[in-house]
Structures are given as C-alpha cells and as structure tokens.
C-alpha cells in the first residue's frame, strides 16, 4: 500500500506532498504538532492528544485549520488511506503561507498536514526486553517547553549527542542539576525504596500523554508515586530508569552516560509497567 499524505485539504502520494517555501512553519518554526500511536488499528489517547493540540495552539495564537471533529474525520482517513494497524500518526498546524515577516501575517490561514506511518510492536518489544542507554545533556530550551512546537533545534541536537555515542535518548538537565525530559520523552526514575518519581508538568517540559495515562493506570494499581524533579546524581543510583513517549511506549533504560543502572538488565518494575501500558493500549 503506498503512503498517502493530507495537506490542506488533499490527500496525496507521500512522495510528492509538500507545502509552499514560505510557509512560516519552513521559515520560522512557527507551527505544533501531534504524533499519536496507533496500537491495533486504534489510535491511542486521541482526546489527550488534541486537546494538547489545541492548547499548543492557543498559546501561540495560532487558529485551528479546522474544528475538532472535522479534524478527527480527517486523521480516520490518513490512517485509512495508509492502512496502519500498528504505527503513528503525525499531525502539523502552522500559522500558514505569508510572505516573510517576523509579526503575525493578517490574513494567512493556518496549514495541516497529516502522515501516518507503519512501526513494529515486535521490534519495539525487543528494545524493551534489551532496554537501552542514555546519555545527559545541558537542557538549553526556551522557556515554554510546554507547548509542543516544531521548532525542536535543542532537542535534535540533543538526541544526535545520544545517537553519536551510541545512546538511545538524551535526558536534558537544567542549570540546578535536575533532569527535565528527554529529547523526545518523559523522564522517569524507581527510588530503591520502590517510589516511581518522574517531575510535574510546568512550562520547563512537555506534558506527555503517555506519562499522563501511566501515571492514572499507577494510581489504580496502587503504586508510590513522588512527582518532583531528580538531580543527574538521583538517575545515577537509581534502582530502575525509563523513559515514555508515544512512539517509545515505556521503555526501560539500563544504562546512564558510563553508569550501569542495577544489574544492567530491564528493571522488574519497569518491566511489568512496559507490559501494564501494552495491555493498556490494546484494550
Ligand atoms: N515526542 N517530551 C518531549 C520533548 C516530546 O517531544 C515528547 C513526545 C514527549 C512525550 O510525550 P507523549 O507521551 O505525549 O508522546 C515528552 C514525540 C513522540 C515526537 O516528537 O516524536
């Protein structure tokens, strides 16, 4: 089955979907954006995500391309269209095509595109069972981490750090010491007394949907939860690390910079959570 892309309205072969040069979200990194999983041909936490979507939005003022369930119409169609039982959705509003200036333009109307992609629970699995490593980085954001925007210059940077020494993901750390998030996920540790911390949500990161909806499936099962910020010290001596997304699921970290987390093997409890979400996810 060949990709098809949304953009503004048309549904097009992947490989010739593009949008204009002076798109803001080219020129200025002025746009947000959604990546949803799709586990058993359903897409997983849609509310969360454009509810995300939306308040990304507000906060930059940017107006929606379409109402919501127009919108929600369109995503069913990509994911038609693309046959995905197991994969992701991503999903991209800028302010739109104006010819380039820094303010606000009059009168562009947003853009949307859409894609869908096929990824493999299998491999994914695997990666769990293996887990991974990480590395730390200076977190050198701005100030509204908060709003899931396109603009991802630090956190590509930081995640080509990981890739280029042989690490998974990138956990950021801001001037006081204190992990923020990942890269591209949210950052967890298990305390040796059990405690599974992971830091609020404020403006200094995104608020996940997977962390959301694990910290809920937590409280039913009765786990300790602390959230508070952990110090690069904290993650070091963890007993178990993970980290979650909606592309990485709950993926167990066994490895820190040059530190071995525990006996270097997936942690049980990260373990049973990876498994807890799965089920979560299918069901
Ligand atoms: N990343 N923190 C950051 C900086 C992220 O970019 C993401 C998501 C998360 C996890 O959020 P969620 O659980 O809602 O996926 C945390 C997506 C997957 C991406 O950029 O591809």
């Not at 940017?62 to 039982?85: C, D, F, S, T, Y």
Request: charged letters at 25%; one cysteine or more; hydrophobic letters at 40%.
């Amino acid at each position: 089955m060949s990709r098809i892309a949304y953009v503004n309205g048309q549904y097009i072969p992947h490989n010739q979907a593009s949008v204009h040069i002076e798109d803001r979200g080219y020129q200025f990194a002025d746009g947000v954006y959604e990546v949803i999983p799709i586990v058993a041909g359903k897409m997983i936490d849609e509310a969360g995500h454009l509810d995300r979507l939306w308040r990304s939005m507000d906060e930059l003022r940017i107006e929606a391309p379409m109402k919501r369930h127009p919108m929600q119409l369109v995503m069913r169609e990509v994911l038609r269209q693309n046959g995905i039982e197991t994969g992701l959705i991503y999903m991209q509003v800028t302010r739109g095509v104006a010819p380039r200036d820094h303010p606000f333009p009059q009168d562009a109307d947003s853009s949307l595109v859409m894609t869908a992609k096929r990824t493999s629970m299998a491999k994914s699995m695997k990666k769990a069972e293996e887990g991974v490593a990480v590395v730390t980085v200076p977190d050198i954001r701005w100030k509204r981490c908060d709003i899931k925007s396109v603009s991802l210059l630090p956190n590509i940077l930081a995640k080509q750090e990981a890739v280029e020494k042989g690490a998974q993901e990138a956990f950021q750390v801001d001037e006081e010491g204190q992990v923020t998030e990942g890269s591209s996920t949210n950052a967890w540790i298990v305390q040796q007394d059990g405690t599974l911390v992971t830091r609020p949500t404020n403006n200094d990161i995104l608020a996940g949907i997977t962390r959301a909806a694990l910290l809920e499936l937590l409280e039913e099962k009765g786990f300790k939860v602390s959230l508070r910020s952990f110090s690069v010290e904290e993650l070091k001596s963890a007993r178990e690390v993970f980290f979650t997304s909606s592309s990485s699921y709950v993926q167990p970290v066994i490895k820190v910079d040059d530190t071995i987390i525990g006996n270097g093997q997936p942690g049980s409890i990260s373990t049973d959570l990876r498994n807890v979400f799965k089920e979560y996810m299918e069901n």
